[in-house]
């Protein structure tokens, strides 16, 4: 069965159909990429996912449950965990205090006036674990918004997985970098995809990270589903090379 | 790896805090003896722990929530009123009147807090000065409970009973500076406490980041509104010390000025530190003490001065601390 599944989503800002009748299933351990032009409609189709904002018609389950009324913040609770194109951190935090929010808002403790040290210590424990899974150790106690681009996106990550979630949402994760800083980040996330085995989907620009990571390619275009295959035969596909390099004629 | 970096990070936290800790302490205990010799009075000393601990609640919100209130002479009044309300109509108690103060601060907090909780940024600070406002005109026009315009008036603070042994709060005025202090005191460690805890991160990953905070699983909304019902319970603390100090409640405690007074001291002293408006509430109330004693314009030298701060530190007069802190 599939872990997520999107059946005909549809988004309409006003005359604007920004997301029309798209469907998606990604399946446990899957590692799902999202792409197309810019303006194609990718980042409102994880928003309708995530529930930054509700769909206009469609359901979205996980793991065969309806959560199409559920709100955002529910839907972590539920295991759906994302980053943002435009990083998403606590800037005068330290990376380790980052990562601390994350790690008790999971634990539940998020209502707690106090805290004791044997939870203290549990909290610590995960944060330790968080750094180690994104190499971000040395940087543990350096404000956020001090480290370089890749980085804090690492860091994102790491709160990311301080949720323990089921399914990882990525929206673009190399946008914007270097080549070394793309490498770092598309490293990360094949750890993540080949030896943790999370369930990742991820909008990308870079077609090279979306080659060698995802196990299957989604293609959207002015809003609606292109195509939808393994990389090999997207590549191989007539209507995104037209898409995406022009038509011959 | 991680055994040896967690307790060297605790060390050095311990180290930076333990002195200028200590430093405040020992400088507030010893007031009523340094006091007289540089031209103060225990009353003055009084009004500065009570501003500072109304500065300091409402600094839970705008320091450390990023939420902009500008409406806290509500619970700084309510809490007035509370505590002259039972002193007044009920009964002789000092502890009774401080558990009136916080109910009906703490109370108005919680219930405008809810109404106001779905609101954001400006509307949110507009709909803070609106329920003030409307304590303030309750009180003014509800002439045979609050007493009006000319406030509630004819009752005086009652002596503490511990059992046999009574201190007389009422007449000693250092007896009654002790009395603030010890209230500040288990105000200031219950607000420390909070902001170590799990909620009180919560707070300040709401004011570094709602949007983030919200894809963390925390409802924002729900934790912007305890926010403002903490900080209301501790404004509400200041106002009944502040009938017991003065021993009346009148209007002038609801109205916006207060309000005002409350946010330029916090900012003054800095919100992002957690003993920043304490240090703003010491310069402010000295300075209005001092200054009105020669003009009644004393609010533009304030103003001046406010101006001033915020120009020459961005961040308060404790500001820099926290800049070290970090660096």
């Avoid at chain 1, 399914?167 to 070394?180: F, N, R």
């Avoid at chain 2, 609101?119 to 009180?139: E, K, P």
């Amino acid at each position: 069965m599939s872990l997520l599944e999107v059946r005909s989503v549809t988004k309409a800002f006003g005359s604007l159909v920004a997301v029309n009748d798209v469907s998606l299933s990604v399946a446990p351990g899957e590692l799902r990429a999202i792409i197309g032009p810019n303006g194609a409609g990718k980042t409102t189709f994880f928003n309708l996912i995530t529930g930054f904002f509700p769909p206009t018609s469609g359901h979205i389950l996980l793991d065969g449950k309806d959560i199409t009324e559920v709100a955002a913040v529910d839907r972590v609770g539920m295991g759906m965990a994302r980053t943002f194109q435009i990083t998403e951190i606590f800037p005068e935090l330290t990376v380790r205090e980052n990562i601390r929010v994350a790690v008790e808002s999971q634990a539940g403790l998020r209502l707690r006036p106090w805290i004791n040290r044997r939870q203290t210590a549990e909290v610590d424990d995960k944060i330790d674990e968080m750094l180690v899974a994104t190499r971000l150790t040395e940087q543990a106690d350096r404000l956020v918004g001090e480290l370089s681009h890749g980085d804090q996106r690492s860091a994102e990550i790491a709160m990311a997985l301080a949720l323990k979630p089921r399914i990882l949402l990525l929206d673009e994760p190399t946008a914007g970098m270097g080549e070394q800083e793309t490498f770092q980040v598309a490293g990360l996330i094949r750890r993540l995809h080949k030896h943790t085995g999370y369930t990742i989907v991820l909008i990308e620009h870079d077609m090279r990270v979306v080659f060698n990571l995802a196990d299957r390619i989604m293609v959207l275009t002015e809003g609606t589903l292109l195509a939808e295959g393994t990389p090999d035969e997207i590549a191989a596909n007539p209507a995104v090379q037209a898409a995406y390099l022009g038509t011959a004629e | 790896m991680s055994e040896t970096t967690i307790p060297a990070m605790a060390d050095r936290t311990q180290q930076r805090n333990w002195l200028p800790l200590a430093a405040i302490w020992l400088v507030l205990i010893t007031v009523p003896i340094w006091l007289p010799y540089v031209g103060g009075y225990n009353a003055l000393a009084s009004r500065v722990l009570v501003f500072g601990l109304a500065a300091m609640g409402l600094n839970l919100l705008l320091g450390f929530t990023g939420t902009m209130s500008f409406g806290h002479a509500a619970y700084f009044g309510l809490g007035a009123y509370g505590a002259g309300f039972v002193l007044r109509y009920w009964i002789h108690s000092t502890p009774l009147a401080m558990l009136a103060a916080i109910l009906l601060g703490t109370a108005a907090g919680a219930l405008f807090g809810a109404l106001m909780a779905k609101r954001t940024g400006i509307y949110f600070a507009m709909l803070t000065i609106a329920f003030a406002q409307i304590c303030y005109y309750v009180a003014y026009s509800w002439n045979s409970v609050t007493g009006g315009y000319d406030g509630l008036r004819g009752f005086q603070r009652a002596p503490l009973h511990f059992g046999p042994y009574i201190v007389n709060i009422r007449d000693n005025g250092v007896l009654f500076y002790y009395f603030v202090l010890a209230v500040f005191a288990i105000c200031t460690g219950l607000m420390a406490m909070l902001l170590r805890s799990p909620l009180g991160r919560s707070f300040i990953a709401i004011r570094e980041n709602p949007r983030r905070t919200r894809f963390l699983g925390i409802p924002v909304e729900r934790h912007v509104w305890i926010s403002f019902t903490i900080s209301a319970f501790f404004t509400s603390v200041a106002g009944g010390l502040y009938a017991l100090l003065n021993n009346f409640a009148d209007p002038t405690a609801l109205f916006y000025v207060i309000s005002g007074n409350i946010v330029i001291m916090a900012v003054m002293g800095g919100m992002r530190s957690f003993w920043g408006p304490l240090i703003g509430a010491a310069v402010f109330v000295t300075l209005q003490d001092y200054i009105s004693s020669m003009t009644v314009n004393w609010m533009s030298f304030i103003g001046m001065i406010f101006v001033a701060v915020v120009l020459f530190f961005p961040r308060g007069l404790l500001g820099f601390i926290g800049r070290r802190r970090r660096a």
